[in-house]
């Protein structure tokens, strides 16, 4: 019996003793690439201690894993792409709210959950692109107005099977009601020059090239591609500036509902969204910071200053459904 308790007693403090060690650690999901985390990661680990075990893959895939994972996940926190990812995780029940007084101070309320279950972190805008040599900037007014006779077969769009487009139609419709989004989009798909492109790089080369004239992606992607072609005949347009401003999105996060280690991975959100890491977070992939104190890089700054649509992101998942079978009836594929 003594021999028992002893054993009992050793194996106790033992536990005791490697808590610490454990809970200095913060596992993440991240839909982000390598690339663009490790940095942060390793600037993290470097100011606190704590470690930080990731895991990348496509938003989808790790949504799935999340939910058929349950209690059992060894997942803290979820970073993905597209606040229609971050919305569906909450309402699968993935994520857990968070009352943070920093969040609230850092991230502006259009750009987080208004349950407090995820946070945006880096902002892309969603805007208008066009040919220098073929279209004036003060030909340009509105993303509805793509749909006008003018534009008759000078539209380049993306596939309607990204989110990113689905989103951008969600809001439309949260701004508009579905019947005038429905409009809008069959007369983008009446303008289309050629049929939608895999990705928004491929559309702004088709515009560089003369393809079409105008079309509508992320501003990173256009950072990506002038830095690599500096010469390539592409402006930036930011539209709907008269009306409720350019169409955003996020990059952003949420601690998961069985995190393990809740109060770490509370402060590596915190510290995500803070002066320090915004621009590690937002310049690494030509993003905008979603703190308004932070500045963007100066490649990012050089497009312009831009009015944001305040409307609340969580619209974009909320409506994605709708948006989805809109863009079907529309003809947009």
């Known amino acids: 019996m003594k021999k028992f308790h002893f054993g009992a007693l050793l194996g106790t403090i033992l536990l005791t003793l490697a808590a610490p060690a454990l809970a200095d650690e913060v596992v993440v999901y991240s839909a982000r690439n390598e690339q663009l985390i490790k940095p942060m990661f390793d600037a993290y680990t470097k100011e606190t201690g704590t470690k930080i075990k990731f895991i990348t893959d496509k938003e989808g895939a790790l949504l799935q894993r999340l939910k058929a994972e349950g209690e059992n996940t060894p997942a803290d926190m979820l970073i993905t792409v597209d606040a229609g990812n971050l919305w569906e995780a909450a309402r699968e029940g993935s994520l857990r709210p968070v009352q943070s007084k920093v969040l609230t101070a850092n991230i502006p309320a259009?750009?987080?959950?208004?349950?407090?279950?995820?946070?945006?972190?880096?902002?892309r805008a969603r805007t208008i692109f066009f040919n220098t040599q073929k279209v004036k900037p003060a030909e340009l007014s509105t993303y509805e107005d793509l749909g006008s006779p003018k534009w008759k077969g000078r539209l380049c769009l993306r596939t309607a099977k990204k989110v990113y487009n689905q989103s951008l139609v969600a809001m439309m419709i949260a701004e508009h009601g579905e019947a005038r989004a429905e409009q809008v989009v069959k007369s983008w798909v009446a303008n289309l020059a050629t049929d939608p492109f895999p990705d928004d790089t491929k559309m702004l080369e088709a515009i560089a090239a003369g393809q079409c004239d105008v079309g509508i992606a992320n501003t990173y992607y256009f950072g990506r591609l002038v830095e690599k072609k500096p010469g390539l005949p592409?402006?930036?347009?930011?539209?709907?500036q008269k009306q409720n401003g350019v169409h955003v999105n996020v990059s952003g996060a949420g601690i998961t509902k069985h995190a393990k280690h809740e109060k770490e991975a509370i402060k590596l959100l915190e510290w995500l969204s803070s002066d320090k890491a915004q621009n590690l977070f937002a310049d690494v992939n030509l993003e905008y910071p979603v703190n308004p104190a932070v500045k963007?890089?100066?490649?990012?700054?050089?497009?312009?200053?831009?009015?944001?649509?305040?409307?609340?992101?969580?619209?974009?998942?909320?409506?994605?459904?709708?948006?989805?079978?809109?863009?079907?009836?529309?003809?947009?594929?």
Do not use: C, T
């Open 110 to 123: 259009h750009l987080r959950d208004p349950g407090n279950q995820w946070f945006g972190l880096s902002v």
């Open 234 to 240: 592409l402006g930036i347009f930011w539209p709907n």
């Open 296 to 333: 963007p890089d100066a490649a990012v700054s050089a497009w312009g200053a831009f009015r944001q649509n305040p409307l609340n992101l969580a619209k974009a998942g909320e409506l994605q459904a709708a948006a989805v079978k809109l863009m079907d009836r529309a003809g947009y594929k």
